[in-house]
């Protein structure tokens, strides 16, 4: 097992490998480029190499980005102008809708 030498002090070496996206093969898009510099700050400050899926979940979150929600899932408080206009456009769908029914 290797023994440091008394009175020998270590430092953590600053000299980490930065993303340089010019010696890359393509051409990294701004969202890219700034998802890999945020998980880059995180490794710097947490000081862990290899993040989990838990952590880096937490870098892409911190940028903004949400799970896209699906068809019928949108969440609108009720009573909120946001969903009396959802309301009054679904009223008037279903007034088309049987109305175009009618013409048959």
Known sequence: MFQAPAGRKYHK???RKQIDPTTCERDYTADE???MQALERYKQSSG???PTCSEILEVVRSLGYQRPMACGQISIPIG????????SVE?????LDEALRNLD
């Open 48 to 50: 862990r190499k290899f």
């Open 13 to 15: 070496s600053t000299k």
């Open 91 to 95: 009223s008037t769908l279903n007034q």
């Open 33 to 35: 480029l700034e998802f």
């Open 80 to 87: 909120s102008p946001q969903a009396n206009a959802a309301i």
